[in-house]
């Protein structure tokens, strides 16, 4: 029994050291100075998993990123204030060119470059810090990512993803008010939970071929107006059947919709739940432009 856990603990050893030899792990602690109002936060990711969250600390921010020793991509975070004063954070997994030497890496004008190099898989981890409030621009490749937006102060967020699937979630309400959400995807798979508390004004989003996904929960800050356009994949909507909603559907020819039949039709391609009626004010304004798939709504 004693030499099975030896060789046990042996092979756990060598297993845990191949896996650091196959893997390198950058991980910075990047502070957040007090005197900053406001903040520009630029990630660009051509390929792998991107996660987001907060890191709940009051003046720092953290990165972390892993990625295969042999790939060609090198992490970089850089902080600078641009030309109007605005403090800019840019996250990038860059490209070294070809041939180039050890310090040498290409910007993020290659990043459509790095969008095919997908031969390898590496994760992009960055943790904010909750309150300086961010204007976030996102572009993404390849890949997925999970965004939790929770307890952030975002005031703008702008998301471009190609391929790489997205999955936003809220389980508390954003800091501050946030003007406007935008999401456009070439093909990928959106989710957004809880949009409610992002506080935005408006959320649009874009999805070119992929499917969409909206779940809207019991939340305390409804009354913004979600925008879907949904070209060649579904959309899903499913809300909480105490959250007032009111959804307008603009459809093509090729195009469904499945409304529950508690819905009541207000106006031409309007409708409305129970909650609607008795909080007409407070109530979020769903509406969907579908071309091809299927709108499907969800009410529990």
């Given at each position: 029994m004693i030499?099975?856990?030896i060789l046990f603990i042996g092979y756990?050893?060598?297993?845990?050291l191949h896996l650091v030899a196959q893997n390198v792990v950058y991980i910075d602690t990047v502070p957040t100075k007090s005197t900053y109002q406001y903040l520009q936060l630029k990630v660009h990711i051509p390929t792998g998993e991107v996660?987001?969250?907060s890191s709940g600390l009051c003046g720092q921010s953290v990165s972390h990123f892993s990625c295969p020793t042999q790939d060609r991509s090198k992490p970089r975070v850089r902080t600078y204030v641009n030309s109007h004063g605005v403090p800019q954070r840019e996250i990038s997994m860059t490209e070294r060119a070809p041939g180039s030497g050890p310090n040498t890496a290409q910007t993020s004008d290659h990043f459509k470059d790095g969008l095919w190099n997908n031969q390898y898989t590496y994760k992009a981890c960055?943790?904010?810090d909750p309150n300086i409030p961010t204007e976030l621009v996102m572009d993404l490749g390849r890949g997925r990512s999970r965004l939790d937006f929770s307890d952030l102060s975002l005031t703008n967020v702008i998301i471009n993803t190609a391929f790489s699937d997205v999955t936003l979630t809220y389980s508390s309400?954003?800091?501050?008010?946030m003007e406007q959400m935008k999401i456009h995807a070439a093909k990928a798979k959106i989710i957004l939970k809880n949009p409610e508390y992002a506080r935005a004004d408006l959320i649009s989003i874009q999805n070119d071929m992929g499917d969409t996904k909206v779940i809207l929960g019991n939340g305390h800050h409804p009354g913004s107006t979600i925008f879907v356009q949904a070209g060649?994949?579904?959309c899903m909507l499913i809300l909480h059947k105490n959250h007032p909603v009111k959804i307008v559907v603009r459809k093509g020819l090729l195009a469904g919709e499945e409304i529950p039949p508690n819905f009541v039709k207000?106006?031409?391609?309007?409708y409305a739940n129970a909650?609607?009626?008795?909080?007409?004010?407070?109530?979020?304004?769903f509406i969907c432009n579908i071309d091809f798939g299927n709108l499907l709504v969800i009410e529990n």
């Open positions: 030499r099975k856990h756990t050893f060598f297993l845990s996660f987001m969250q960055y943790n904010p309400a954003n800091k501050a008010k060649m994949g579904g207000i106006a031409k391609n309007e909650a609607y009626q008795r909080y007409p004010k407070r109530a979020t304004t």
